[in-house]
T-cell receptor, first 115, second 111 residues
Framework: EPEVTQTPSHQVTQMGQEVILRCVPISNHLYFYWYRQILGQKVEFLVSFYNNEISEKSEIFDDQFSVERPDGSNFTLKIRSTKLEDSAMYFC?????????????FGPGTRLTVL | GESVGLHLPTLSVQEGDNSIINCAYSNSASDYFIWYKQESGKGPQFIIDIRSNMDKRQGQRVTVLLNKTVKHLSLQIAATQPGDSAVYFCAESGGSYIPTFGRGTSLIVHP
């Protein structure tokens, strides 16, 4: 069964450093998303991506964040200068079909720890 | 240092019982609702969805009920199994399609 994969599973970084979180969505999906979940809290939407551009983004997704689909398979989230409060689980998701947000498939997540 | 997070509501049931997990949503303009299951160390897993033009939808062992009048959503799991133990949360979205997730309910199934 096709699945969304994410690497690395755990990333430790120093405050102020740049990190890139990587995702490989399900191959025939058209919509891609990033979410984050701070320990013990709700899952929060960050951004959605369709047709090689951002389609929606939340208030959390400020200028420190960027997304890219550098090739036909990868979807990345970059945080330019990490802050302590960026520590969280980051989930990538993808969905197919013509309706955004219809049955999103989530990856296992990357745990980001900012020291 | 210690982080302060939300204390999740917990539902404990015996194996074989039916479970009902409730969710109150906030936006009366929301027209699409989803239930997710999140097992420890994993990403959320889609269970079932419902659109606002319906009040009930059934899947395999799960039923979602939507009451738009009181902005309430419920997930019913029939014959709950130990493998159903997880955190369940609802999400709502409206015209902007940005999903808003609820706080989650921890379901514990005792064998």
């Amino acid at each position: 069964e096709p699945e969304v994969t994410q690497t690395p599973s755990h990333q430790v970084t120093q405050m102020g450093q740049e990190v890139i979180l990587r995702c490989v969505p399900i191959s025939n999906h058209l919509y891609f998303y990033w979410y984050r979940q701070i320990l013990g809290q709700k899952v929060e939407f960050l951004v959605s991506f369709y047709n090689n551009e951002i389609s929606e983004k939340s208030e959390i997704f400020d200028d420190q964040f960027s997304v890219e689909r550098p090739d036909g398979s990868n979807f990345t989230l970059k945080i330019r200068s990490t802050k302590l409060e960026d520590s969280a689980m980051y989930f990538c998701a993808s969905s197919g079909g013509s309706i955004p947000y219809n049955e999103q498939f989530f990856g296992p997540g990357t745990r980001l720890t900012v020291l | 240092g210690e982080s302060v997070g939300l204390h999740l509501p917990t539902l404990s049931v015996q194996e074989g019982d039916n479970s009902i997990i409730n969710c109150a949503y906030s936006n009366s303009a929301s027209d699409y609702f989803i239930w997710y299951k999140q097992e420890s160390g994993k990403g959320p897993q889609f269970i079932i969805d419902i659109r606002s033009n319906m009040d009930k939808r059934q899947g395999q062992r799960v039923t979602v009920l939507l009451n738009k009048t009181v902005k309430h959503l419920s997930l019913q799991i029939a014959a709950t199994q130990p493998g159903d133990s997880a955190v369940y949360f609802c999400a709502e979205s409206g015209g902007s399609y940005i999903p808003t997730f609820g706080r989650g309910t921890s379901l514990i199934v005792h064998p």
